[in-house]
């Protein structure tokens, strides 16, 4: 039977519900360590989808992958709980300040390095910029096809898979062959829970770097390699520097600005007929409504 | 050649509102540049659009009409738009921030190399200097967009790679004709110099779009409800005294979210933008990313329980109290004052 080696792109994001300027460096990057990390939105969508790939074909390989700081190793954890079998994480100081472009560089190196993969998932946009660039670009860097805004698998046979897109005002099915990479929507289902067993077995995963902070930790894990999550530098993988990090990315911040809304001198109006009355009068006389 | 390009989108059989839009700042920053104004159009069928286009200033339209090239799919339109950037190298290039310029843009900007912005709410000719490599950039596009959910406003350059792109959402931009008789060029493009013959491994199988039912954009009065309207049955009362104005129903997320109304009719950093002549909001609280798509509305009345929401800051008329009391009085007595 079909297996299929899929990779799934998943990022730890700020949570961007509740910052403020203090989260921005002088330089106009973005400084993470002020903030809370989660596992980026939409990247449990496509994990899920990834799941269901294996569902239908169990001999079929997960591997999550991720660029960015030691931390966050830690999504790769909460992947491997909910059904992921590999975890990669991709991360150097060549890398930072990367923009969409020199991320997908990276990201692109590191599936070729993989090898053979036939399918590719990822979240169609990551709420810290809410680009949505990273997927098309890993797709063109690899010269692969896209289906952006995917929902829902429809079909999935050895050679062929069918998907479901979410656009704007309606929905259209694509088929594509392998290799492909797919960017799901928020409306895709939800991610399955972690699984009580997975979340035994994989508690004490981490990567080297993080072990030798604690001593203890690296004796007690030393015998099961699949504890040891996989941690890749610029020199594992086969890449172009000049492509990396700050000096590989087009764009650059210029300059952030607070917002600051200029307040209005504003009428107060009660809720008593005789004030309303006169509110909807005065609009009226003004051509304001009417 | 190096001049600013607009990527005309296909809504449809019609060309999307967003792309007059793009055309029209397209024209304003060409002539700050002192460049000129190209457009492109794929698609099939595509005779006579090029009447619709010209009046905004272009000076260049560039038209793929093959019917391989609708509907929309990424790598026909990517594999064109690329090879005929390469060839006339334009300085800046504008999309839609829509299913399908959110589509092209990076994978297009990825074969360029080149830095694309996406959901800019602001674009600029200026310069930078570059104070490591002592260099001054004339003439840059500022990309400027709101960036971390919507709680800090970022400028966004790139200073050696081009085109510079970037997407722009609908109805952020205002859009106007330049002169009706404008006189373009039409450039037809031999569709077999610049359409790779691998573009075509993903087949469109199925497709159903329906058209838009709501114009929420260019309507003179827009009633918005938010998470304080409490439920759908409560908003058929907004949808009462916006028909009686002339006008139509928007809502904030949060109101989208509980599943009030339509995602349609979302106004705001992720929704669209809209400036009427009177935004009445009925229990929004006025958080920053619900203001980005109002905040140019003539009129502002704020409807809120409580007199402290912050949105009562930026309106012009305060009622304080409840929207299921005050919408009921202001039908009431518009119908009594309207002649
Ligand atoms: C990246 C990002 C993008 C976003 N994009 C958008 C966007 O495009 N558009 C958008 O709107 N939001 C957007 N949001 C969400 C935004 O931050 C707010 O959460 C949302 O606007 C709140 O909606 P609301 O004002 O309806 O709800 P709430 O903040 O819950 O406010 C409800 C208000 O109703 C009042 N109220 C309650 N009961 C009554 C009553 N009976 N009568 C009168 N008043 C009452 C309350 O006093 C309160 O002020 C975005 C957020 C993020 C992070
Ligand atoms: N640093 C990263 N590591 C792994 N995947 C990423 C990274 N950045 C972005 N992605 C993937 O690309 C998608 C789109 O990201 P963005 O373009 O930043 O909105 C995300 O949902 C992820 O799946």
New interface residues.
């Given amino acids: 039977m079909k297996s299929f080696q899929i990779v799934v792109l998943a990022k730890q994001v700020p949570d961007t519900r509740n910052v403020g300027k203090d989260a921005m460096k002088a330089d106009g990057t973005v400084n993470r360590a002020a903030l809370p990390a989660i596992f980026n939105p939409e990247d449990l969508h496509a994990l899920e989808q990834a799941l269901r790939i294996k569902d239908q074909f169990p001999g079929s390989t997960i591997t999550l992958l991720t660029m960015g700081p030691v931390r966050a190793a830690e999504i790769l954890k909460e992947g491997f709980y909910r059904g992921a079998d590999d975890g990669i994480l991709l991360t150097d100081r060549a890398f930072a300040g990367s923009d969409t472009l020199a991320t997908s560089y990276a990201l692109s190196c590191a599936i070729r390095k993989i090898k053979d993969v036939d399918i590719i998932v990822c979240g169609r946009q990551a709420i810290d910029g809410d680009t949505a660039q990273v997927g098309p670009q890993v797709a063109e860097k690899l010269g692969i096809p896209q289906i952006t805004y995917a929902e829902e698998i429809v079909s999935l046979t050895k050679d062929k898979i069918q998907v479901k897109r979410r656009l704007e005002r309606g929905v259209e099915i694509v088929e594509a062959a392998f290799p492909v990479l797919i960017t799901v929507n928020s409306s895709a289902p939800h991610c399955r829970p972690r699984n009580a067993k997975r979340l035994m077995k994989y508690k004490h995963a981490s990567t080297i770097s993080k072990r030798q902070e604690s001593e203890e930790d690296y004796l007690s894990t030393a015998n099961h390699s699949y504890l040891t999550i996989k941690e890749w530098s610029v020199n594992d993988i086969e890449c172009d520097h000049e492509q990396l990090g700050l000096g590989g990315s087009p764009t650059k911040v210029k300059k952030v600005d607070n917002i600051v809304f200029q307040s209005k001198e504003s009428r107060r109006i009660e809720d008593f007929d005789d004030d309303i009355n006169a509110l909807m009068k005065e609009l009226i006389t003004s051509h304001i409504i009417g | 050649m190096n001049n600013v390009i607009v990527y005309c989108e296909l809504d449809e059989g019609k060309i999307a509102e967003v792309s007059f839009e793009l055309l029209t700042k397209g024209r304003s920053l060409a002539n700050q540049l002192n460049c000129k104004l190209d457009a492109l159009l794929i698609g099939s069928n595509l005779k006579g659009f090029e009447k619709e286009i010209f009046p905004f200033g272009v000076d260049t339209l560039y038209i793929a009409d093959d019917k391989r090239l609708s509907?929309y799919?990424?790598?026909p339109h990517?594999s064109v738009v690329v090879n005929l950037f390469k060839e006339i190298t334009p300085q800046i290039c504008l999309m839609g921030a829509?299913?399908i310029g959110?589509?092209l843009?990076?994978?297009v900007?990825?074969?360029l190399?080149?830095?694309?912005?996406?959901?800019c709410t602001e674009l600029e000719i200026g310069d930078?200097e570059d104070k490591k490599l002592k260099k001054v950039y004339k003439d840059l596009l500022?990309?400027i967009r709101?960036?971390?959910?919507?709680?800090?406003?970022?400028?966004?350059?790139?200073?050696?790679?081009r085109p510079q792109m970037a997407t722009v959402r609908e109805g952020v931009m205002k859009k106007a004709i330049v002169d009706e008789n404008y006189k373009g060029k039409l450039v037809n493009l031999d569709i077999n110099k610049y359409l790779d013959e691998t573009a075509f491994?993903?087949?469109?199988?199925?497709?159903?779009?329906?058209?838009?039912k709501v114009n929420i954009k260019n309507s003179p009065?827009i009633v918005a409800g938010g998470f304080g309207v409490g439920s759908s049955d409560n908003f058929r009362q907004l949808f009462h005294l916006a028909s009686i104005?002339?006008g139509e129903v928007g809502a904030s997320r949060a109101a989208v979210d509980a599943g009030y109304v339509e995602h349609?009719r979302q106004i705001g950093q992720?929704g669209i933008t809209v400036r009427p002549?009177?935004y009445i909001a009925c229990g929004i609280s006025g958080q920053?990313q619900h203001?980005a798509g109002m905040?140019e509305s003539?009129?502002?009345?704020?409807i809120n329980s409580d007199?402290n929401a912050p949105i009562?800051?930026?309106?012009?008329?305060?009622?304080?109290?409840?929207v299921e009391?005050?919408i009921p009085?202001?039908i009431r007595?518009?119908k009594?004052?309207?002649?």
């Fill in positions: 509907p799919s990424t790598l990517s829509t299913t959110r589509d843009g990076p994978r900007s990825s074969a190399k080149s830095g694309l912005t996406a959901d930078h500022y990309q709101p960036a971390f959910g919507g709680n800090i406003i970022a400028t966004i350059i790139n200073p050696d790679c491994v993903v087949k469109i199988i199925e497709r159903h779009i329906e058209s838009s009065v104005l002339g349609e992720t002549k009177l920053i203001l905040l003539s009129i502002v009345i704020s007199p009562n800051k930026i309106a012009n008329y305060v009622i304080v109290g409840k009391d005050v009085k202001m007595y518009y009594e004052n309207v002649k």
